[in-house]
């Protein structure tokens, strides 16, 4: 009898030669429960990539929805993906995030930046941006997210400004991707911020509490700045979201700590985690196979909770692709944290929560308001 192959096959699908980036066949295949992508390049032969660590997490339809188109592309289709970028026709979904990304400073340089941001880097003019949100509006009507990120939009010269003018716009949700320093030591900033709290959130980084963690990641200890920045928001009423970049062998023990402190923090309205992403100054092959994706990260916020969260309270976003983003909604009440979907079935309601990634107070409370009211209405009285 002849030899099995050391992997189960699941399909087709296309990547890039992570080398020259050629596109690529890929067979999507299993071994011992993960994910790989098994790709040959012409120029530069057999590549294995690793995608998933838990087959299971992989490619989950359940909870995808038709997409929402943008109100008009800005490129044509031509190469194909991924070169046609813009958006161009084949693009399959909406803007649900818009970067703007207005600097490539910094007052950190980061060990593991991916953009390679640092101090002396180059600025947006305030028209350069004005031309970037006012596109951004024509193509979304009213865009569920627009983030300022760099380098540290912070410290761009003309921040507050560019903050006011996306302000101006039918923009639901204004949010700044900030390493915090700026918001630790400068009140005035904060001052500024806190006429437009009603539509800002500041996503604020935070990736632990441990000194090995800070200075693997950015470089030197930087909790006590996080802690300041967030009670300088705090106290002016202004949200954040935690967001932590999580790497094995690191802090990823440490994500059940930072779910507790967004759960303290009244300010706090979500925590979110990002496996490290190697490339710009993280370059590391040798750790590729090893490298934690999003079933690592569900996981382990579950098994480091004390038992109030399960897997199966996290659902893909439907907005993004289900292999990118993984969410749980909790209702924060008086008698302690509930997942949503332990209220309501949200695989029935996904008109609800699909195509988009605002989530205001406002917005949640109408959300979970129609979940309720749903839910009554099929279960009246005799019925279960």
Known sequence: MS???????????????????????????????????????????????????????????????????????????????????????????????????????????????????GPGGVHWSYETYTEVVDRFVRAEGSPDVLQLSGGEPTIHPEFLRMVKYAYSKPVQVLMVNSNGIRLANDQRLVDGLAEFRDRLEIY???????????????????????????????????????????????????????????????????????????????????????RATMPDVVKGIVAQTGGWLREDDFMPLPCAHPNCHMMCFIWRGAGGPLPVGRLVDIKKNLDLVANTIVYTPHKAKNVVAEFLKREAACCAPGES
């Open 204 to 290: 604020l980084q935070f990736d632990g509490f441990e000194k090995k963690t800070w200075e693997t990641l950015r470089g030197e200890s930087l909790l006590d700045v996080k802690m300041r920045a967030l009670d300088n928001l705090a106290a002016r009423g202004i949200r954040s979201t935690l967001v932590c970049t999580v790497q094995h062998g690191l802090n990823m023990h440490e994500m059940g700590a930072i779910v507790k402190l967004g759960m303290e923090r009244e300010w706090v309205r979500g925590v979110s985690f990002q496996p490290a992403t190697y490339s710009g100054r993280h370059i590391n092959p040798a750790d590729l196979h090893n």
């Open 3 to 117: 030899a099995l192959r050391d992997y189960t096959y699941l399909g087709l699908t296309q990547s890039l030669c992570p080398k020259c980036l050629r596109l690529v066949q890929a067979k999507i295949a299993v071994r011992e429960g993960r994910v790989f992508f098994l790709k040959t390049c012409p120029q530069h032969g057999k590549i294995e990539d690793f995608v998933c660590s838990d087959v299971n997490y992989y490619d989950r339809q359940e909870f995808s929805r038709p997409s929402r188109k943008p109100l008009f592309y800005a490129t044509e289709a031509q190469k194909g993906c991924p070169y046609d970028c813009g958006l161009c026709p084949e693009h399959e979904q909406h803007t649900c995030i818009g970067l703007a990304e207005i600097t490539t400073a910094c007052n950190l340089e980061c060990p593991m930046c991916y953009a390679v941001s």
